[in-house]
């Protein structure tokens, strides 16, 4: 999988729309275990995030939010 298709994903798991899918596990291809995301203007993300099957968020602080990535198998 290239560095490109990885954006693409993390792209797709951030679509505030709604759409969702195999973003999560799409993600655990390239040993991704933890999601970050920093202070600032991307706050709108967090309840996406939060909604994401496959993300348990893990802590909050300083306005950066850390999920974990559920490992689940189909």
Do not use: N
């Amino acid at each position: 999988m290239s560095q490109h298709h990885a954006g693409r994903v993390v792209e797709r798991l951030t679509d505030i729309s709604g759409r969702g899918g195999d973003e999560v596990t799409a993600l655990t291809g390239y040993w991704v275990r933890y999601v970050l995301l920093s202070s600032g203007p991307s706050a709108d993300l967090i309840p996406v995030l939060d909604g994401a099957p496959g993300l348990r968020r893990l802590s909050s602080a300083g306005g950066e939010v850390l999920w974990s990535i559920s490992w689940v198998t189909t």
